[in-house]
Nanobody, 128 residues
Framework: QGQLVESGGGLVQAGDSLRLSCEASGHRFDRDVMAWFRQPPGKEREFVAGITPFNFKTYYGDSVAGRFTISRDDAKNTMYLHLQMNNLQPEDTAQYLC???????????????????WGQGTQVTVAS
């Protein structure tokens, strides 16, 4: 049974950077699309960034493009998904979750309903 565990969240000031990580184990995640979503308080879950397997093509939400970078370190047993977040702003405050789905295709990569593995999330709070 696969498991995703996020880390790296915290409280930072506007303009600061953070690097989130997601440890993925117990499943062949190296063949899966992987993504970061976020859920601000009282709001719906939002696509942040996604990355395909093998060719590592990346996709970003409009609000984070140019500031955030997604990457993955693939291995058969345990792999890692990272999110480098630069120039953080108060509107980036949210619970950040990593997710995967058993597909190599980027079709509907932004749709949270297409993902079947989710982590518990890590909180990012940006003070102004």
């Amino acid at each position: 049974q696969g498991q995703l565990v996020e880390s790296g969240g915290g409280l930072v000031q506007a303009g600061d950077s953070l690097r989130l990580s997601c440890e993925a184990s117990g499943h062949r995640f190296d063949r899966d699309v992987m993504a970061w979503f976020r859920q601000p308080p009282g709001k719906e879950r939002e696509f942040v960034a996604g990355i395909t397997p093998f060719n590592f093509k990346t996709y970003y939400g409009d609000s984070v493009a140019g500031r955030f970078t997604i990457s993955r370190d693939d291995a058969k047993n345990t792999m890692y998904l990272h999110l480098q977040m630069n120039n953080l702003q108060p509107e980036d405050t949210a619970q950040y979750l990593c997710a995967t789905r058993p597909s190599q295709s980027a079709i509907e990569i932004r749709a949270s309903s297409t993902y079947n593995y989710w982590g518990q999330g890590t909180q990012v709070t940006v003070a102004s």
